[in-house]
């Protein structure tokens, strides 16, 4: 049975593959596949329907797992990204967002001659943000919001600027991180004991090589698509503009990002510590602007008008990102209940590697895994707890193999076009997810091999 459903999984796999390369509707390509997958587990035995409140029948407890997915992404991380959205909308419609890239671009002048220089050095700029903000999708919303217009009007193409974007992401770590908090629990450590003393000195020299690889693979796809005359003038944002709003507006884009980095936990700012979210951030920030407009505007009912943009902007993002996150974890979730994961693992052991063969292999499944099922943390919580037990057997210690597999997870995120950041910001851009994961795909294995290599050589 078990390798009767891992044939299916990759059935499934190929399919799905299939149908979103022909362009199909993703959520409900990914949807369909991962309660078919979710049916045929039971069928087979494989797995059971975990529910919080079962139905009582099979039938309907496959439709129940769509609804809890739903409310469960809906009151963890929908809300939020909703809101990121709306104010993103929001942002744009009072032209803050113009009033931001006007005064960047005054002392960003110098880099108009070095635009991907530029790009280059916002993916060390957004990892530290990230830290403090361990929300890939909410991030890369912030960033887009704030960095993106800038990028764009320095010179680079929409998809150069969001894939630096989506680089910022490409390391679960800092203590704030579920891949951290788990990897940690394995190894017997406290979050900032592995981060400090095993993530930063392997994520660092990674970084830089990354960033070498994004900078010459940017340039190279941004002047093949001006030959091919895909990338034109309408791809970029005017940069001879002026504003009409004053100018103080630039700061509210990036107000979320200082709320939540003065109110970040881990710099103990405040005694007794002030913590906030993101989503409190967010309509924290939309309530100060709505003060500026008033000002600006001296109209109680413009301010009420332009509020509508925000609601309008949460709805957007609702029915083109939430929806897709909600169906590509559907899937996920299908082809663990399937086995697939069961399956590689098998695979792996049973093709006469040594310890540090098997190592790479597994991180390099979790890197492809991540990949499939546009989830960092799934792929991670799939495979991570077999490494204290594999370690040993294997002649390695548990950190060995925890922190790599734990940073190509997160890795392979930013290369699928179904995970939550690269739907988020790829659709608030108004570009295709699946072409900006293709533009993260080469300089990520270059950057996840040279990850592999560097630390099974140093340890």
Not at 96 to 124: D, E, Q
Not at 274 to 289: E, G, R
Not at 290 to 305: D, M, P, Q, W
Not at 339 to 344: H, P, R
Request: hydrophobic share 55%; with cysteine.
């Amino acid at each position: 049975m078990t390798n009767l459903a891992a044939l299916l999984s990759l059935l499934f796999i190929g399919l799905t593959a299939y149908l979103l390369y022909r362009k199909y509707n993703p959520q409900g390509v990914l949807i369909f596949s991962g309660v078919a997958m979710f049916f045929l587990a039971l069928l087979l035995g494989t797995h059971t329907l975990e529910l919080t409140k079962p139905t009582g029948t099979t039938f309907f407890d496959l439709f129940k797992a769509i609804d809890e997915n739903f409310t469960s992404n809906l009151m963890r991380a929908g809300f939020m990204i909703m809101t990121i959205g709306g104010y993103v909308a929001y942002m744009n419609q009072i032209k803050a967002t113009n009033a931001l890239v006007f005064v960047s671009m005054k002392p960003l002048g110098f880099f108009r001659k070095y635009p991907y220089l530029a790009a280059t050095i916002a993916i060390p700029i957004g990892q530290l943000l990230f830290i403090t903000t361990p929300s890939a999708a909410g991030l890369g919303l912030l960033l887009v919001a704030s960095i993106y217009p800038v990028l764009v009007n320095l010179g680079v193409s929409r998809l150069t600027a969001l894939s630096v974007i989506a680089a910022s992401t490409i390391f679960d770590q800092g203590p704030g991180s579920a891949n951290t908090a788990l990897a940690a629990q394995l190894i017997g450590k406290t979050n900032v004991f592995y981060f400090l003393t095993y993530q930063i000195p392997l994520v660092i020299p990674t970084t830089v090589f990354v960033m070498i690889l994004y900078y010459f693979n940017n340039r190279y796809f941004d002047n093949r698509d001006k030959i091919k005359g895909k990338l034109t003038d309408e791809h970029l944002i005017n940069s001879d503009f002026k504003v009409d709003v004053p100018l103080i507006f630039a700061i509210l884009p990036v107000v979320p990002l200082i709320m939540l980095i003065v109110f970040s936990p881990y710099l103990k700012i405040f005694d007794p510590p002030i913590t906030i979210d993101t989503t409190t951030a967010m309509m924290a920030s939309v309530f100060l602007s709505l003060l500026f407009v008033g000002i600006y505007k001296k109209s109680l009912k413009a301010v009420f008008e332009s509020i509508t943009a925000f609601w309008k902007g949460m709805g957007e993002v609702f029915t083109s990102v939430v929806t897709l996150i909600v169906a590509a974890e559907i899937f996920s979730k299908g082809l663990i209940n399937l086995g697939f994961i069961d399956a590689l693992v098998d695979v792996s052991t049973h093709l006469g590697l040594n310890g540090v063969g098997i190592s790479i292999f597994i991180a390099l499944l979790l890197f492809f895994a991540a990949m499939l099922m546009g989830s960092g943390n799934a792929a991670f919580f799939s495979f991570g707890p077999l490494a204290p037990k594999l370690a040993p057997q294997l002649g390695l210690s548990a950190v060995s193999m925890v922190l790599p597999m734990q940073l190509c997870a997160s890795m392979g995120r930013a290369t699928s076009p179904i995970a939550g950041i690269i739907v988020a910001i790829s659709g608030v851009a108004g570009v295709s997810p699946m072409e900006l994961a293709k533009r993260n795909t080469i300089p990520l294995i270059g950057g996840m091999l040279f990850l592999l290599s560097y630390h099974f050589l140093t340890i």
